[in-house]
């Protein structure tokens, strides 16, 4: 009986070179100790925030140019007492969430169709590569004239500056799923059905959690663009105001909830990953 082994696991560790100096931040492709990067993750945000205060205390710069942190918490703190900072967050966070949503509905189909056959591939990707170069805000005349300036424009934005790079970005997934494993279910005695729904759709999830952390940082850019033009409330709206009356602590206290924000929502995905695609989680 003939045992077939299976094919050992290299790591540089193991077949480093007499010349090649054992490391540990500078592995390539592998893990390295919980305490370092853990370290590395608090140096990233602190050693920027001591930059900062470091830079505004001197008096190199004027603080109405750039406040120091504590000017800028103590410009959160009265934001939220005067009621703005949750109703400013709280609309912004709904725009992007209708227009990305919906963006995600269409794009998930539409790419894994787009992906897994070149018959539609053919037909939508010339359009989808067209449209894709049209930037986002050059839209927002054309929505206001045919939507008004109600919440409806707000999220056709974002709808359309996030669908189209979703939707690429999951058929360029979709794209390569081994065909073995689409041979194999044919084999098996599989349909196109279930190639689509039990193969590949399973099989790009990981990237498709991927796609979606990408773009939703585009669509808070864009919310923040169509606030600037046209809004009653949001954080861009705030940021308007606030430029108009030349407080830049402000600014920074508005810019700080939206990188707090998007932080906790990458958070959220690389968690909902986690628990959906375990065998895909390093």
Same mark, same amino acid.
């Given at each position: 009986m003939t045992?077939?082994s299976s094919?050992?696991?290299y790591?540089?560790s193991s077949?480093?070179a007499?010349?090649l100096?054992?490391?540990v931040?500078?592995?390539i492709?592998e893990?390295i100790?919980i ?8 140096m990233?945000?602190?050693v920027?925030?001591?930059?900062w205060w ?10 109405k140019f ?8 103590a410009?959160?703190?009265?934001l939220?007492?005067?009621?703005y ?5 709280? &609309?912004?966070? @709904?725009r ?10 269409? *794009?998930?189909?539409l790419?894994i169709?787009m ?7 053919s037909?939508l990707?010339?359009l989808v590569?067209?449209v ?5 805000p050059?839209?927002?005349?054309l @929505?206001?004239?045919?939507?008004g300036l109600?919440?409806?424009p707000?999220i &056709?934005?974002?709808?359309?500056g996030t669908?189209?790079f979703?939707t690429l ?5 979709v794209?390569?799923?081994?065909k ?12 196109r ?23 939703m *940082?585009?669509?808070w ?6 606030? @600037?033009v046209?809004a ?10 606030s430029q ?9 206290a ?10 906790i929502?990458? @958070? ?10 375990q065998?895909a989680?390093?």
């Amino acid at each position: 009986m003939t045992v077939v082994s299976s094919p050992p696991t290299y790591t540089e560790s193991s077949t480093a070179a007499p010349s090649l100096k054992p490391t540990v931040f500078w592995r390539i492709a592998e893990d390295i100790p919980i305490r370092l990067k853990w370290v590395l993750m608090v140096m990233s945000v602190l050693v920027p925030l001591l930059l900062w205060w470091a830079i505004a205390s001197t008096g190199w710069i004027d603080n109405k140019f750039l406040p120091t942190p504590g000017m800028v918490i103590a410009s959160l703190v009265t934001l939220w007492q005067e009621g703005y900072l949750l109703t400013d967050t709280l &609309a912004s966070f @709904l725009r992007v969430s209708a227009g990305f949503l919906l963006a995600a509905l269409v *794009a998930i189909p539409l790419g894994i169709g787009m992906g897994a056959f070149r018959s539609v591939r053919s037909l939508l990707e010339p359009l989808v590569g067209i449209v894709r170069y049209m930037p986002a805000p050059a839209f927002i005349p054309l @929505l206001i004239i045919y939507l008004g300036l109600g919440e409806e424009p707000k999220i &056709a934005l974002i709808f359309i500056g996030t669908v189209f790079f979703n939707t690429l970005m999951i058929m360029d997934a979709v794209k390569f799923v081994p065909k073995e494993l689409i041979e194999t279910t044919y084999t098996l005695g599989g349909d196109r059905r279930q190639v689509l729904m039990q193969v590949i759709t399973p099989y790009v999830i990981p990237s498709l959690f991927d796609t979606l952390r990408v773009n939703m *940082a585009a669509s808070w850019n864009l919310v923040i663009v169509a606030e @600037l033009v046209a809004a009653d409330s949001g954080l861009g709206k705030r940021i308007a105001i606030s430029q108009k009356f030349f407080q830049t602590d402000d600014i920074f206290a508005c810019l700080l909830v939206l990188g707090l924000i998007g932080f906790i929502l990458d @958070l959220s995905l690389q968690a909902a990953m986690r628990m959906t695609c375990q065998w895909a989680v390093k």
